[in-house]
């Protein structure tokens, strides 16, 4: 728009020029070989501007004549250009794709249509399509060869990170993600993986630093933030609870303040105050997480939170703790528990039957169990409570990645992912579907009954149910195995119509043969070469064994590891006409077993080559 109007205004202004030359009196007199020629103003503005304009076509012209063969040559390689990106668009789509033959075909194609080889582009389609190819090894090359150009040492770096990730090489990962994350913090993904392997690794303090950096880089939010610095505080005040108490202190209390309703850091933080004798300290900041978020391992560490209390000291802060937050089940079941072992029985039926009746779980069923054992002994009872723990929905866990831990961790056991640890209902596997332990007993039918871990004493009795007695058939059988000696040889019945190798023991004992059963049937030849062999490898394998011949072995000879048998030549051409064994065989058959070298102890430990080439 704005061109258009100095175009206007050069037209108009120019318009008015010619106007003003017009209307303008005189005329201009130019001598030429002394002849004078005349002519008015408007004539000769007229002429100036031609002749100009003359002047620059000329210089246009030659000037077009004498650079053809450059912009001939920059259009064709402008061209050539063009297809070789269009190539390699194309190449990186079959890449993502999944496509390696059109892949390379398009990389073959952009290789000799562009002129420059170090294209970035170039190179990365070279890596996907190796990678795509199954060549790892060539593709780490690839990538440690991009660390050396500028442009491309974060491409590089990620690459290197994902094939260490493939292979389980957690140095690799850390080194890379680190060295990511220095070069370019704005790398979301370098910084992430940072943090993962330096909370695997127990470097809390690395780790603090690394989330100040994803604050300031806006990779997270602030209250993403605080939840990690809890995470991370609350780690290093468990770490430092026995060692360095007035440390665990500071990191508890922090983590506390940054995130109340985490359990973890509310506990961690009162154990700190517990070892330096503050004891209002570390029960006030279980009441204010309990306040926010009620949970078991609150609940227990508040009760416990003075040493030496009594069993009815025990159950008043457990109703304490019911008054703070009532009709919730964590609540009444901590009471039924301190009630339980104070033994007010009635209390605890109560509250168990407040959980089982809002929420009933697999933990109340095992109380109520409990109770009964204590308070009655009846057997019958237990076991119908033990029978529904059984159906019934498993109580929440710490659970992550699937993982079920008995304790909280600050990072996942699986992954390395922090704080992937969630106090959920665990998930079970039955028939190869994912179903939650709180949906309704109903969907989770009576497999989910084999997922429960067995238990010990009555409730085993109860969960497996009265024994059955095993079939006579199989014990006649086992009976018959137990009271085989291991020595005795059992042959196949001898049959007119193959020839069977018999062994007998080298004292000369008598084996005894099972009868054979009415409704077996002829043994024929192939059968019976089966069966020689059979006897042959047994013979072989047994050192108490020899043929029928009257060889005798020396007592006093030297044990030999390998022990000769030999076959009835004359029976098996008698019997079955088939010609004797060959001499490899003979041989293979009276080797030595080699003696096993072993390892040797003052053998240097061969290290494994590294796949990767840390800097």
Known sequence: MIKLLLFILLVLGLAYGFAVLADMPGDVVVTVAGQEISFTL????????????????????IRVIFTSPQRVTRMFRSRRRDRGYQALSTGIIAAGAGDPATARKMLKRADGLLVSTSEPLVQLLEAQAVMLEGDHDGARTKFEKMLEDPELRDLGLRGLYMEAQRLG????QKHYAEK?????????????????LKTSSGDWEG??????????????????????????????????????????????????????????????????????????????????????????????????????????????????LEQLKPNNPDSSMIVAQMAMEAGEYDAARSAVAAVLRN?????????????????????????????????APRDPAWTADGYVAEKWAPFSPISGRIDAFEWKVPVERIGGNLIE????????GTAAISMIEPVSGDRAVAAEGPAKEPEPDLVAAEDAVRETPKETKTEAPPSPEAPVVEATHQDETDTS????????????????????????????????????????TDEDAPPDRSETVTLTDTETKKDSGSPAPAKEEEDALVAPIPDDPGVDPDAEPVEEPKRFRLF
């Open 207 to 320: 780790a603090l630093r690394l989330v100040e950096q994803q604050v300031s880089a806006k990779h997270i939010d602030r209250d993403a933030a605080k939840r990690k610095r809890a995470v991370l505080l609350t780690a290093i005040a468990m770490e430092n609870t026995e060692p360095n108490p007035t440390r665990a202190k500071q990191a508890g209390l922090e983590a506390h303040r940054l995130a109340p309703e985490f359990a973890p850091s509310a506990v961690a933080a009162s154990d700190a105050c517990l070892r330096l004798n503050e004891m209002r300290r570390a029960a006030k900041v279980l009441e204010t997480s309990w306040r926010k978020a009620p949970h078991p391992d609150v609940a227990l560490a508040y009760v416990n939170v003075r040493a030496g209390d009594s069993a009815q000291d025990r159950l008043r802060k457990a109703r304490k």
């Open 42 to 61: 408007m004539v000769a503005a007229v002429a100036l501007v031609a002749a100009i304009v003359a002047v620059m076509v000329t210089w246009w012209l």
């Open 180 to 196: 990511a994350a220095e070069l370019a913090p704005q790398l979301a993904w370098a910084s992430k993986a940072a943090l993962d």
């Open 359 to 391: 929420d009933p779980r697999e933990s109340a069923y095992l109380l109520m169990a409990d109770i009964e054992e204590n308070e009655t002994g009846d057997q019958g009872k237990i076991r119908e409570w033990l029978a529904r723990a059984l159906r």
């Open 437 to 444: 332990d709180d949906a309704d007993p109903m969907q989770r």
């Open 169 to 172: 090489d957690r140095d690799a």
């Open 513 to 552: 043969e099972p009868a054979s059963p009415p409704d077996a049937k002829p043994v024929t030849e192939e059968a019976s070469d089966s069966v020689k062999d059979d006897d042959t490898e047994e013979a072989t394998s047994d050192p108490k064994l020899e043929t029928k011949s009257t060889e005798k």
